[in-house]
C-alpha cells in the first residue's frame, strides 16, 4: 500500500528531532552563508551560501579573516572557553574570489546533549561590505564638509520645532568662547540673553520670519556676546528643510560665520570715508552733512579756523613738522568743544568748527580760546623755534541757511580777521 504524507497545517508542530534531514534542507537553503566548528576552529559543515560567498577550500575558520584571525580569536575566548554562548560582531573576511568583504558575525555555542559542554559553533555571515561602503563614504562625506565647514570657522545649528531643542556644532560653540563639550542652554531665553541689547528687537522679528522660511530673511547680522565678554559680530544664515503635514515648519539648518573681521574693515573704511586721515578730524564731506543736518530750532555757530604763516613752517622744517604741527592743532580743537559739536580739516591749515545750539558770543569765546591755545604750540627746533597762530572767522546761523552761505561768512570773517593783522 502506498505511503501517503501527513496533511501540514499551522498548528502542525515542526520537530526537528523527528526531521533532521527537513533541518538540513532549511540550513542549506539559507540565504545567510552558515558553518559548524569544531572547537578548535576545524569547518565540519557549511551551507550553500557559505560555499557560494566563501568557497569550499577552507578548513579553519581563522582562515577567513584576512588579517584577522588573532583577533577574531581573542574575542571568541570566552566563548571557546564556555564562559559565553554567543558572539557578534563585524569583521574584514575573504570572500569566494579572495577579495576581502566586510560580513557580520554571529557566533553562537552547540552544546553537548548529554554533558552540556561546548561541542561545535555555529557560525553565520551575513555580507555587510555594501553597507560598510556606504558608511564610508558617508563618514568621509561628512568628514569633508565637516573640515571644510571648520576651515571656514562656519558653526552649524540645527533647530527642531518639534522637539524645542537646538543642535550646535563645535566651530559653533568655539565661536562663542564655549567648549566643544560643553551643554548650552539652547533657550530663546538664554540666547537673547547673549545678543547685543541693540540688536535684540529688529533680530527677533527677523529670527521668526526666518523660521518659517520668509524671502529675504535667510541672512541675519547681529552682535553676540563672547564668553570673555566682548561682542562678536554674527552672520547668520538658515532655511527650513523640513516641513509638517499642514505646511508648518519644523526644522531649520543654518550656519553662523564669525564676521567680526570685516565689521572691523567696514568700520575702518567708513571712518576713513569721513575723516581727515592726518587729524582724524571730520573731512569737508562729512562735515557739509553735518551743517545739513543741525536741529531747525535755535541758533548755531561755525568757525572757520586759518593758520597765518603756515607755508613757511613747511618750507623751514619740512612737512614731517608740519603734519605734527596740524596734527596739535586738531588736538586743541578737540580739547575746546562739547561732544556735541564737531570739527573738520577742510584744507591744507583751514579748519571748521560746528557749535551746535550757541549763539554767536558764545562762538566768539570758543574762537578766543582756541586762538590762545594755537598760540601755545610751540614748532621746530631751538633756536628756530616758533609759535602758531591762527585767524578765525566766527558766524552765526540757523537751519535756514545753504551750506554754501554759512561758509561763505565765515569764511569773509576770517579773511577780514587776516586783513586786520591776524591771530585774532
Not at 558572539?87 to 554533558?115: D, F, M, N
Not at 553676540?224 to 538658515?238: A, F, Q, T
Not at 613747511?314 to 559739536?341: P, S
Not at 549763539?359 to 601755545?376: E, F, M, P, T, Y
Request: glycine letters at 6%; a negative charge.
Amino acid at each position: 500500500m502506498r505511503r501517503t504524507e501527513p496533511k501540514i497545517t499551522r498548528d502542525t508542530p515542526f520537530l526537528f528531532g523527528r526531521d533532521g534531514e527537513m533541518l538540513r534542507k532549511i540550513v542549506d537553503a539559507a540565504a545567510v552563508g552558515m558553518m559548524v566548528c569544531a572547537m578548535d576552529g576545524t569547518i565540519v559543515y557549511r551551507n550553500r551560501a557559505f560555499v557560494r560567498d566563501f568557497g569550499a577550500d577552507v578548513r579553519l575558520a581563522t582562515e577567513l579573516f584576512e588579517g584577522e584571525g588573532a583577533q577574531l580569536l581573542e574575542q571568541l575566548k570566552d566563548v571557546l572557553a564556555g564562559h559565553r554562548d554567543e558572539y557578534v560582531g563585524e569583521h574584514r573576511c575573504l570572500s569566494a574570489t579572495g577579495a576581502p568583504i566586510w560580513v557580520s558575525a554571529a557566533v553562537s555555542v552547540l552544546p553537548s546533549q548529554h554533558t552540556g559542554d561546548p561541542l561545535y559553533l555555529v557560525v553565520q555571515l551575513s555580507d555587510i561590505d555594501r553597507r560598510k561602503r556606504a558608511e564610508k563614504a558617508l563618514a568621509e562625506s561628512e568628514s569633508r564638509w565637516q573640515f571644510a565647514l571648520e576651515s571656514a570657522r562656519q558653526g552649524v545649528w540645527d533647530h527642531d520645532a518639534r522637539t524645542r531643542s537646538m543642535f550646535y556644532s563645535p566651530m559653533w560653540k568655539k565661536l562663542r568662547g564655549f567648549a566643544p563639550d560643553e551643554v548650552v542652554d539652547d533657550s530663546r531665553d538664554a540666547w537673547l540673553a547673549r545678543v547685543h541689547p541693540d540688536d535684540q528687537k529688529r533680530l527677533l522679528e527677523r529670527v521668526d520670519r526666518q523660521n518659517v522660511g520668509e524671502d529675504g530673511y535667510d541672512i541675519l547680522e547681529y552682535r553676540e556676546r563672547h564668553r570673555d565678554g566682548h561682542y562678536v559680530w554674527i552672520l547668520s544664515r538658515g532655511k527650513p528643510v523640513e516641513w509638517d503635514a499642514d505646511g508648518n515648519v519644523v526644522r531649520t539648518i543654518g550656519t553662523d560665520t564669525d564676521i567680526s573681521h570685516l565689521k572691523a574693515v567696514e568700520a575702518d573704511l567708513a571712518h576713513a570715508a569721513t575723516h581727515d586721515s592726518l587729524t582724524d578730524l571730520l573731512n569737508r564731506r562729512a562735515f557739509n552733512r553735518a551743517l545739513e543736518d543741525v536741529p531747525e530750532d535755535g541758533q548755531h555757530c561755525l568757525l572757520f579756523v586759518d593758520l597765518d604763516n603756515f607755508k613757511p613752517v613747511n618750507d623751514d622744517f619740512g612737512h614731517a613738522e608740519g603734519d605734527r604741527a596740524l596734527i596739535a592743532v586738531a588736538t586743541v580743537i578737540r580739547g575746546a568743544i562739547r561732544k556735541t559739536d564737531c570739527a573738520a580739516r577742510i584744507g591744507g591749515d583751514e579748519f571748521t568748527v560746528l557749535l551746535r545750539d550757541q549763539d554767536l558770543a558764545s562762538g566768539q569765546a570758543v574762537a578766543a580760546r582756541l586762538k590762545a591755545a594755537i598760540a601755545q604750540i610751540a614748532i621746530g627746533p631751538e633756536p628756530a623755534k616758533r609759535t602758531l597762530s591762527a585767524s578765525i572767522g566766527v558766524s552765526e546761523f540757523d537751519s535756514e541757511c545753504s551750506v554754501d552761505a554759512i561758509y561763505a561768512r565765515a569764511d569773509a570773517d576770517c579773511y577780514r580777521a587776516k586783513k586786520a593783522g591776524k591771530a585774532r
